[in-house]
């Protein structure tokens, strides 16, 4: 059973910062590309980073660029979302994902999903 567990969720104010880790089991880890996505009230859910099996590349939405790092740990099979400079646009629910991959268009898809961490940020 595919269990992607996240921690790290909070409150903050805007210009600090939040790490969130997803723990994985279930799943060939070292194999997968992961990812994360969020998903702001009255909104759709939508990409934020994706890191490849080795964690040699990875990706970023426009709107988290330069300010979001994501990296893995794959001999612990964790995941972490190292998030500075955070903004109260920011403000979502931000879930794991496993295999993540384009999908046609622009889209990104995922085949796992963790239950998701709330992370408000306040101006």
């Known amino acids: 059973q595919v269990q992607l567990v996240e921690s790290g969720g909070g409150l903050v104010q805007a210009g600090d910062s939040l790490r969130l880790t997803c723990a994985a089991s279930?799943?060939?880890?070292?194999?997968?590309?992961m990812g994360w996505f969020r998903q702001a009230p009255g909104k759709e859910r939508e990409f934020v980073s994706v890191i490849n099996w080795s964690g040699s590349r990875t990706d970023y939405a426009d709107s988290v660029k330069g300010r979001f790092t994501n990296s893995r740990d794959n001999a612990k099979n964790t995941v972490t979302l190292q998030a500075n400079s955070l903004k109260p646009e920011d403000t979502a629910v931000y879930y794991c994902?496993?295999?993540?991959?384009?999908?046609?268009?622009?889209?990104?898809?995922?085949?796992?999903w963790g239950q998701g961490t709330q992370v408000t940020v306040s101006s």
């Open positions: 994902a496993g295999d993540v991959r384009r999908g046609q268009g622009n889209n990104w898809l995922s085949t796992y």
């Open positions: 279930g799943l060939i880890f070292g194999t997968l590309s």
